[in-house]
Antibody, heavy 118, light 107 residues
């Protein structure tokens, strides 16, 4: 079955840009939506945004000015960039899939904990 | 943004009990409501979609109901594996939003 795996730095300095990659195995990127979701003690679960296999994106307005999600279909990967990181961005970051017309998330990656600290 | 409110925050129950978890939306989300189960150290796992359809791998003792702004998740005959945190998520409107979760703990 499809599995997702996040990768990227665990520690980011304030004001820097976070870059994470999600690798999809056991299935194709095609015909699905691919999201980033984060979870922190303070804000709970927060949907960051998605990218469709065609390249269409949609971002949470609360983060839109700082977020870019991109796709590399040749590598079956999609990526998150979140700029101007602050301590408030410290969270577990998950990637997840949803089907067209069914924007509930299944499956999820195992998550990667990102800490913002100097 | 639609705000999802779950209650209670924590529920202390015993194995074998039946529990009902509540999720309320700040405006109607029709039946576009999902529930997730999250165990310590794991990612959330889809449990219910469309307010009442069970996801693959979950037994019939899990059931969801509701529409509009009021939703419930009922778990009957609680087993030790069911003690976890449960989240609701609306997908009727962007941005998709989650509730703060209800933690089921063993009494």
């Amino acid at each position: 079955q499809v599995q997702l795996q996040e990768s990227g730095p665990r520690l980011v300095k304030p004001a820097e840009t976070l870059s994470l990659t999600c690798t999809v195995s056991g299935g194709s990127i095609n015909n699905y939506y691919w999201s980033w979701i984060r979870q922190s003690p303070g804000k709970g679960l927060e949907w960051i945004g998605y990218i469709y296999y065609s390249g269409t994106t949609n971002y949470n307005p609360s983060l839109k000015s700082r977020v870019t999600i991109s796709l590399d279909t040749s590598r079956n990967q999609f990526s998150l960039k979140l700029s101007t990181m602050t301590a408030a961005d410290t969270a577990m970051y998950y990637c997840a899939r949803h089907q067209p017309g069914r924007p509930y998330f299944d499956p999820w990656g195992q998550g990667t904990l990102v800490t913002v600290s100097s | 943004e639609i705000v999802m409110t779950q209650s209670p925050a924590t529920l202390s129950v015993s194995p074998g009990d039946t529990v009902t978890l509540s999720c309320r939306a700040s405006q109607s989300v029709s039946s576009n409501l999902a529930w997730y189960q999250q165990k310590p150290g794991q990612a959330p796992r889809l449990l219910i979609f469309g307010a009442s359809a069970r996801a693959t791998g979950f037994p019939a003792n899990f059931s969801g109901s509701g529409s509009g702004t009021e939703f419930t998740l009922t778990i009957s005959s609680l087993q030790s594996a069911d003690f976890a945190v449960y989240y609701c998520q609306q997908y009727n409107n962007w941005p998709y939003t989650f509730g703060q979760g209800t933690k089921l703990e063993i009494k």
